[in-house]
């Protein structure tokens, strides 16, 4: 079968002319309600990325507020473990200079007692030496002195001494 150039001709008036009847149809009838749906759908994806911006914005806003807060709190927590150090070196040299003044205080009442002690016992010594050189003077003086009882004077005194 052969196709001749008017059936050719025919053809694609016939094809051109449904095409065209077929795009007025579509304009009349549906092209209204295509662009309203393309305007929505293309408000609504305007809207969204509007959205999405003002949504971007806040969270900046609010990671920038949130950081400098954080920043806010580390020198806040700096300065707070500052201050407690300072306080802690304060009341460490304070109890440092209490407890050496105690000390000092301890040693001069115990170099006062020991000055007392010693004195004391200086005075029963010299007490306790009169006494005795009182007692053998007088042993001595009321015997008559020979070398026996010299010397056995001697020995009592010395064993006198011992036993103070």
Partial sequence: MEITLGQLIGNFI????????????IKKYVWNRLETVLDE???KVSSDIDRAEVAKDQAEALLKERQQQLSGTK???AAILTTAK???EHQKNQVLAETKAQVERLKENAGQEIEQEKAAALASIKEE???LTV???????SKELTPEVHSELIDQYIKQLGES
């Fill in 75 to 77: 020198e806040e927590a």
């Fill in 41 to 43: 759908r293309s408000e």
């Fill in 135 to 141: 007692d053998l003077t007088s042993k001595i003086l």
């Fill in 129 to 131: 030496v009169a006494n």
């Fill in 86 to 88: 300072e306080n802690a």
């Fill in 14 to 25: 016939l094809v051109t002319g449904s095409f065209i009847a077929v795009l007025l149809l």
